[in-house]
């Protein structure tokens, strides 16, 4: 009974690692003010192993009007005993004043940490997007990061932002690609809605 119990442990953390890796939608594309701050969730699913649910907590403050720092952890990875955070600094390279394109970096650390140890998983997402005359915004880009130590994943995502007062709901599409010793496969893609609170300070 005990080894039955390890083995569906075993198969739960697994089946987590690698549908949950690419765990969230983009959590910045453009930088908040200065001292504004930011919460919010996100629902999707990856479609990588059937349809699986996925939800993130996100909080986010900016340093200035072209840095910000965010930390998120996935929710439904508790259920196979794993926290999974994520921190990250957005760097707005290049800022719209008004109507126009902007570019956004955004380096981060992915964690996972489970019964057997920790998994780092250092990244870089790279956004390019165009703000209309209402506010909102249309984002295309890829996030990456270096999975488990043996391939680079590749997310390439299209999405639409709409802001509210005091608000932003993005809808997002995720294309998951990895790069190994083997050349390049897609493994899935993912569907997010996103909300998030802007509170200014």
Known sequence: MKVLKNTIRIILIFICLWTFTNCSSTPLVKPLKKKQAAVGFDLGANLDIGISPNANILIAQGVSDHVS?????????????????????????????????????????????????????????????????????????????????????????????????????????QVNVGVGPYGAVATGAALYLSFTWLIQK
Do not use: C
């Not at 952890?73 to 005993?81: D, G, R």
């Not at 990244?123 to 130590?149: H, R």
């Open 69 to 173: 720092l965010y930390a998120q952890v996935n929710i439904p990875s508790f259920a196979a005993l794993l926290f999974m955070p994520e921190i990250g600094v957005l760097i707005g390279l290049l800022k719209e004043n008004g109507p126009g394109f902007g570019l956004s970096i955004t380096p981060k650390i992915h964690l996972v940490v489970s019964p057997f140890g920790v998994f780092v998983n250092p990244g870089m997402d790279l956004n390019l997007y165009w703000t209309q005359e209402n506010g909102n915004y249309f984002y295309a880009g890829v996030n990456s990061y270096l999975k488990y130590y043996s391939y680079i994943g590749l997310i390439p995502h299209i999405g639409y932002t709409f802001t509210p007062k005091q608000m932003r709901i993005a809808l997002e599409m």
